[in-house]
């Protein structure tokens, strides 16, 4: 299900931000629960983070 920008317009699955996974190298997209800390975002799953 598409998000909701502030104007009420959906965003599209393929305009959300992308990073590279830090441990192994796969891309994962942003989630809602990372919304307040997108920019500390690291690792695409718990088991890269603990496997760093």
Do not use: N, Y
Request: include cysteine; charged fraction near 35%; glycine fraction near 6%.
């Amino acid at each position: 299900m598409p998000r909701k920008a502030g104007s009420g317009k959906a965003i599209a699955k393929a305009d959300l931000p992308v990073k590279i996974c830090a441990r192994c190298g796969r891309p994962f997209t942003w989630r809602k629960k990372w919304e307040q800390v997108w920019d500390e975002v690291r690792f695409c799953s718990d088991r890269c983070r603990s496997a760093r």
